[in-house]
């Protein structure tokens, strides 16, 4: 299982730093589009829907950077946290689906939660 937890790990610290690349590709986009649109009202409302967007794709994106360094250490937050963000990676079809439902099915079996919640689970054992 040790090596699940690795590679889950891995997957999610390799998303969050994507999100982060899209995230700031969007805001340099939105910037330098939105004057292009013309139309006063539409450059406004397009800014707030792509400042919310924005923002929760560098949450989420953060939030999994977090858990796979998190999982990497053996820190049993790490667990519940990646549970989460794997939960609301099912919606986004078709990498986000696949990571979603490895990173439940890893983080969900007994043997990770007896790996992640041991005493001395700070660091992987050589």
Do not use: C
């Not at 590709?25 to 539409?42: A, C, K, Q, T, W």
């Not at 990173?103 to 689970?121: C, D």
């Amino acid at each position: 299982m040790e090596r699940h937890i690795k590679i889950v790990g891995i997957l999610y610290i390799a998303l969050g730093v994507f999100g982060v690349l899209v995230a700031m590709v969007l805001l340099f986009v939105v910037g330098e589009g939105g004057p292009m649109m013309g139309d006063r009202y539409s450059v406004e409302a397009t800014k707030i829907v792509m400042a919310i967007v924005i923002g929760a794709l560098l949450l989420f994106s953060v939030l999994g950077i977090i858990g796979g360094i998190g999982l990497l250490q053996r820190r049993s937050w790490a667990r519940p946290l990646v549970i989460i963000l794997a939960a609301l990676n099912l919606f986004n079809f078709p990498l986000g689906t696949a990571v979603g439902i490895y990173a439940l099915w890893a983080m969900l079996k007994p043997e990770t939660q007896a790996l992640l919640s041991a005493p001395g689970s700070g660091a992987w054992a050589h």
